[in-house]
């Protein structure tokens, strides 16, 4: 079970935080990824985290995105700075049982809800 938080309005320039909250097995021992889609656009994936913690992120918010697990919360978590007007999606969590990151949405078995991400210029 995946529950998103965090997200709202946001200015350009400013930054953003979202947690994803994970029951039932330990954040640790699965491959967890944070994916958006715009209005009109389809679903892409923006940072990843494998089984043993090694992010993985979407060129267009590599620099400016951070990836992490807490285990003592068992959350997962997307913080980004610098955010721009194409920051704007509704964003979800995904996770799926085994090592590999980063792939695509059919890979996923687990979703959240989503969280709408809002960024004005």
């Known amino acids: 079970h995946l529950v998103e938080s965090g997200g709202g309005s946001v200015q350009a320039g400013g930054s953003l935080s979202l947690s994803c909250a994970v029951s039932g097995i330990p954040v640790t021992a699965i491959s967890m990824c944070w994916f958006r889609r715009s209005t009109g656009e389809t679903r892409e994936k923006v940072a990843s985290?494998?089984?043993?913690?090694?992010?993985f992120y979407r060129a267009t918010v590599d620099g400016r995105a951070a990836v992490s697990k807490d285990a003592v919360a068992n959350t997962f978590n997307l913080r980004m700075s610098d955010v721009r007007p194409e920051d704007t999606a509704t964003y979800y969590c995904a996770a799926r049982e085994g090592v590999a990151a980063f792939l695509p949405a059919e890979d996923y078995h687990f979703w959240g809800q989503g969280t709408q991400v809002t960024v004005s210029s």
């Open positions: 985290v494998d089984s043993a913690g090694e992010p």
